[in-house]
């Protein structure tokens, strides 16, 4: 392996981009040979919850099934790790980033500064072995702090396709301009991304006009539309299966998720205090990340009531979704998708700081009819009995574009002779 090489990062605050990461040397690149599919490395970030690198694995699955890929390789945090089924797919795990009170910091408690040291080295070196046709790379253009922008230059002299994927709601506009400001991350797509893919329904939200992007960066967004989970791998079907028979009751019952559970706990803990009506169940699934202490006073309370069952983590819980009889979740973007494809009845409980963009997107799809919503300082368990009595309509999928899977994969068949194109072969 080759040495590589880094200088420190000089007065790196957890908010702003910093580019100090000095020079980094990589290899040749091997150019006897070509491979008969694509290999494609994915980059999540993962500061908070579950939904960046659930975003990259399934769009990994789908390009495995499908053929479009031959390997696959996600980069994400190592608070991630078990999320990513190693039949699927291989993965590198980076050292962990949190976000405390809107600020970046380590999971270990090491200084910041050496922690993303760490990973851009990581990072460097797993991407100079793999070799990627197709780099992915999940909301921050240059990676958290920077830690990508050298290895974006060198993939870009190499001739990686480099494709930048957002969410269809980023934050509010105001903390939007501010951040994407900050960190030059319209520069960074001229300079380093071949492609930006945005995973939503322009005509739920226009990211350009919401966000005031220049007229340069709007021409290159490509609304494929949103990922519909119900597309997957044969074994992750057969997971989900399993996970359902093990955990579902035996009658009808209400699902609440809250997606990783850092932030969960007073939805968790108002749901697991509700009073059902009629026969129904609750199915708690708190996510693995949340408190230690919050999760053993919900088992606790579930050993005392045979109506509500809790699990800490299922890897792949889209049984248990399929088979509910309503859903209370908060309003990641991995949920919403789930539920609605799913045209699953929902009350969805969004987060609303330090970010506002689980609020924005939860009000959206409301204004659609596909689901209903709760401020979080509202949610209570009277509040969830009222919802539970009431008639609510059963959401129409039709009413959103869910057809992103199928589109970057075409987007990639398309793209393939020039991909072809810019590989180096032997002379």
Known sequence: MQALHTDPIANFDGRLPNRAFGEVRFTP????????????????HDTVGLGHVRRNLLIAQSMRQRGI??????????????VLP?????RVVLPGLRKRQGRIVT??????????????????????????????VDKVPRGVGGELEETLRWLRRRGTRCILGLRDILDSPEAVAREWADADNEGAIREF??????????RVVDLAREYGFSQATAARLDYVGYLDRRISRREVFEEARCCYEAHAPAGPYVLCSVGGGEDGAR?????????????????????PFMPAPVRRELQQRAAANPRLHVVDFLREPTELLRGAERVISMGGYNSICEIVAHEKPALIVPRVVPRREQ????????????????HPAEFSPDAIETWLEREVLVPNRGRIDLRGLDRVQSRLSEALPAIRAAEPVAA
């Open 29 to 44: 690149v091997p150019v006897s040979w070509r491979r008969p599919g694509l290999r494609v490395a994915f980059y999540s």
């Open 69 to 82: 890929a031959d390997q696959t390789l996600i980069l994400s945090g190592s608070g991630q790790a078990s």
């Open 86 to 90: 190693e039949s699927v797919t291989d």
């Open 107 to 136: 999971a270990s408690g090491a200084p910041l500064s050496t922690v993303l040291r760490i990973r851009a080295r990581a990072i460097a070196g797993a991407l100079d072995a793999f070799d990627p046709d197709v780099l992915v």
């Open 193 to 202: 991304y071949d492609d930006v893919w945005v995973y939503g329904d322009r």
């Open 267 to 287: 939805v968790a803990d108002a749901f697991s205090r509700a009073e059902l009506p009629g026969d129904l169940s609750a199915v708690l699934l708190t996510g």
């Open 359 to 374: 609020w924005i997107r939860a009000d959206r799809f409301r204004k659609l009819g596909l689901v209903d919503v709760c």
